[in-house]
Each structure stands twice: as structure tokens, then as C-alpha cells.
Antibody, heavy 121, light 113 residues
Framework: EVQLLESGGGLVQPGGSLRLSCAGS????????MSWVRQAPGKGLEWVSS????????YYADSVKGRFTISRDNSKNTLYLQMNSLRAEDTAVYFC??????????????WGQGTLVTVSS | DIVMTQSPDSLAVSLGERATITCKSS????????????LAWYQQKPGQPPNLLIY???TRESGVPDRFSGSGSGTDFTLTISSLQAEDVAVYFC?????????FGQGTRVDIK
């Protein structure tokens, strides 16, 4: 059974940093690209970032480029999102999501339960 | 960026009746090399993550009831729930994975009339 478990969310002041983690199990972690998708309270879904299975390609939304860094440790089956210079508009539930095929141009077949990030003074 | 626009924003349908949601993309999401539409549909219930229903515009994910179907090509797509059940109350999102940045529709809330 595929499982994705996020952690690391919490309350942080504007300008602060936070590191999210997503532990994957039940699948061959290094064979699949992974993404972070966020959802502000009561709002829709916003793609944040993606990383290829081999870690050699990363992609970012313009809204987070230069502030967020996606990475993965395939030896630990874990995906990360380092978030710096956080703003109030980054407040959201952050989901990690597994791509449904062994490529980057693919749908999301499994999602974690999400971790809430609140940016507020 | 490809803008995904869903309609309506919300709809209420009687139990057992048909619910239809449309999704329009600002550019074609049809792949030239494989002739597939890079379009997925998700269902999200309150407090839960999205759940995959349909990919390649019309391929139903394993375990998804066959009352859910997807159709369309190019820029115009439809998600149909053929006979609405109480457990189908949720928000539905379309999603294009044709290009970066990935984008989603704004969501359509489906309720029971």
C-alpha cells in the first residue's frame, strides 16, 4: 500500500524558514517524480514544485522560485521542501504527491494527508 | 501558463441524477507525439487530500466507480457522474499536466438537491 506522510508544518513568522518532509512507502521511491502542491484555507489547489525520480531535474512555480528548494533522499525514501523567506500568502496545507507514471509529465495518483503551514506574526 | 476554467462553480443535483462538470483549458493539452490529452480529474472531500478519478482525460483510475466518466479533447473536457450518490458530495478539480507550471481548475462543488 502506497503511503505518503508529511511532517514539519507549523506556525512561523514572516521572513522565517521551515522544512517540510514527506516519507514515502509501498512503492519504489526513486522510480517516481514527486511534487508539492498547496491549498490555502478554503481555496483551490496550487502546484508548488516537482522533482524527478533521479533528482537531476527540479521545477518551481514562479511564486516560490528563489525562496523554496525541493530535494529528495532516495536512500531514505523522503521528499523535502525547504521554505525560506516565508510570506503570509504561503499559508496553506502542503501536500506531497506521487506521480502516476515514471516520468515528469504525469498525473498524481497518491497524495499525503497534508501538513499545515501558517505564516503569521 | 495554461489557465484551467471550470464551470459551474457549484451545482446541486438530486440523488440518482446526472451531474456534469466542464473544464476548459486556455491552450490545447493534447500531446502531438502520443495523441493523449494531459488532463486529470480529482475529487476532494472536506479535510481530505484530493483523490484521483480520471487521467488521460478519460481513463478511470482503478477502484473508481464506473458512474464517473471523463471525456473531451484539446481544450474542452467534461466529468460526468451518471447517477449521483450521497458519497459523491465533494469538490472536483481538473488538472493539466501538459506543461510547467502544472495548473488546476478552481474547483466545482457538488451537493445534493
Amino acid at each position: 500500500e502506497v503511503q505518503l506522510l508529511e511532517s514539519g508544518g507549523g506556525l512561523v513568522q514572516p521572513g522565517g524558514s521551515l522544512r517540510l518532509s514527506c516519507a514515502g512507502s509501498g512503492f519504489t521511491f526513486n522510480s517516481y517524480a514527486m511534487s508539492w502542491v498547496r491549498q490555502a484555507p478554503g481555496k483551490g489547489l496550487e502546484w508548488v514544485s516537482s522533482i524527478s525520480g533521479s533528482d537531476d531535474s527540479t521545477y518551481y512555480a514562479d511564486s516560490v522560485k528563489g525562496r523554496f528548494t525541493i530535494s529528495r533522499d532516495n536512500s531514505k525514501n523522503t521528499l523535502y521542501l525547504q521554505m525560506n523567506s516565508l510570506r503570509a500568502e504561503d499559508t496553506a496545507v502542503y501536500f506531497c504527491a506521487k506521480l502516476g507514471c515514471t516520468g515528469v509529465y504525469c498525473w498524481y495518483d497518491y497524495w499525503g494527508q497534508g501538513t499545515l503551514v501558517t505564516v503569521s506574526s | 501558463d495554461i489557465v484551467m476554467t471550470q464551470s459551474p462553480d457549484s451545482l446541486a443535483v438530486s440523488l440518482g441524477e446526472r451531474a456534469t462538470i466542464t473544464c476548459k483549458s486556455s491552450q490545447s493539452v493534447l500531446g502531438g507525439s502520443n495523441n493523449k490529452n494531459y488532463l486529470a480529474w480529482y475529487q476532494q472531500k472536506p479535510g481530505q487530500p484530493p483523490n484521483l478519478l480520471i487521467y488521460w482525460a478519460s481513463t478511470r483510475e482503478s477502484g473508481v466507480p464506473d458512474r464517473f466518466s471523463g471525456s473531451g479533447s484539446g481544450t474542452d473536457f467534461t466529468l460526468t457522474i451518471s447517477s449521483l450518490q450521497a458519497e459523491d458530495v465533494a469538490v472536483y478539480f481538473c488538472h493539466q499536466y501538459y506543461s510547467i507550471p502544472r495548473t488546476f481548475g478552481q474547483g466545482t462543488r457538488v451537493d445534493i438537491k
